[in-house]
């Protein structure tokens, strides 16, 4: 009789003990992606309704919990976008352009009706040669094809394009190489227009550069075109096709509310570009019926108001930010950006989030601060070595792990939460350096050329992974004696560490 195949288990959805693997390859990995979230069960529970209900989300505690895996997995909740942000030209007023919103629905229709402007894609190779040259795909040297982005052929060394004759540079003799160089980066053009034989009829054809394809626009392509450009002019601000979870964490004032790029000639409508195509989101605008997610939410300082008021009127304007610059004077008003918010900070940084943004947060979310360890039981177990597949599943380079490998992760998480959170018969939920030993563990596997994490490369690791400050403290047997030993007898004396490390001083603990 054959051997009966052993099945996967859903740790999070079935009854589930360690005993019952052999490897992490026997944990299915749950599909939803909050369930992957292990031992955040008030927060995940908050976060489903979050996401239902669209409600604001604060979460709270040390680094590496799953904060931003909570952010993420909320967002992956959400129904799709439907709307589509453009920014039009306002012909009555260039500096003012005005917005559109288009529904999923309109913008599928148009996309379908604007297919045939498109034209065809086509290799360069079965391009015309003349036209692969003058795009420069094809060197006129050697006949080698490569990117257009290449100005000099890779094969040959030369410059693709045809240099021009130097009798009209009295310098050509004396510029040589220099002068072809030159000539080679302004040729290779963008657009090429010819013409060729279709069904026994001549006809008008474009070829276009398009990365490294050819676009070919012929006669009805060409009139499509036309179509579209006699439409008042626009941009797409923020597109269907986008994801729905925008990280802003340490973001700039631009990127966070959106500018007005420079342009040199001040939108001259022969030289220049027009205003509104010079219009660039921010990031509570690119979160528009999404996530907006900023860990370290303390770091952004008076920006956090501007956070406050998209909030609260859920549209907020695009201007210029550099008053030196020719966008200063474009603005568009009431572009929308109707995000959920999702913050985070350390515990001791929750004084420096503005009283009014808590305000608006908990008067239409929920405050959460998270777990740091969660009981020692066999759930519980079973719930951290998902985690190790999960882990193990993620970064893609390093092999399964044994249940005996699993365990040993499981003691360590065990004896972190006693050391780090004195919690007896608990186990840390600081995944982050949690997920860093089982890498580690798996880089010695795969050193070892062994294809399975082994409990003796987790037992290494453990020592691998060690932070700088234990390293230092076992080597001197403190931080200040480290310290002590790093500087010479003349930074001792100016230096002001030399005061902490030879006054008795309470001033030490800044050591400690």
Known sequence: MAPIARSKRLVTDEAFSIDAIETTEDILIPDDPLKRVIGQDEAVGLARIAADQRRHFLLVGPPGTGKSMIAQALSLHLPNVEEEIRVVHNPENPERPLVEVKQRGEVEREQSRLAGAEGDLLDPKEAPINVAERLGYKCVHCGTYSSPNDRMCPKCGRPKAVAQSGGGNPFGDLLGGIFEISIAQMGGRDRVTTTRQQFGKEE??????????????????????????????????????????????????????????????????????????????????????????????????????????????????????????????????????????????????????????????????????VETAMEDSEANRAKMAQFVAQEIAVDKRIPPATQEAVMAVIAEARRRAKDLDKKEKALSLRLRELGGLIRSAGDIAVTDKSKLIEASHVRRAIKVARTIEEQIKERYGSYQAGVGTDISAAQKETSPYHYWNVHDSDDVQGYQ
Request: hydrophobic share 40%; charged share 25%.
């Open 204 to 369: 008008v054809v474009v070829y276009e550069r398009a990365g490294d394809m050819i676009r070919v626009l012929d006669q009805k392509a060409l009139e499509k075109r036309r179509e579209v450009e006699k439409e008042r002019p626009r941009k797409v601000l923020v597109p269907i096709a986008r994801r729905p979870f925008v990280l802003a964490t340490g973001a700039s004032e631009t990127e966070l509310l959106g500018d007005v790029r420079h342009d040199p000639y001040g939108g001259h409508p022969q030289l220049g570009t027009q205003p509104y195509d010079r219009v660039v989101p921010g990031a509570i605008h690119e979160a528009h019926q999404g996530v907006l997610f900023i860990d370290e939410l303390p770091l952004l300082g008076h920006l956090q108001r501007f956070i406050l008021t998209a909030m609260q009127e859920k549209r907020f304007p695009i201007s210029g930010r550099n008053p030196q610059s020719a966008g200063a004077s474009v603005k568009v008003e009431s572009v929308p950006c109707d995000f959920i918010f999702v913050g985070a900070c350390n515990i001791q940084d929750l004084p420096h989030i503005l009283s009014p943004l808590r305000s608006r947060i908990a008067g239409g979310g929920y405050e959460v601060l």
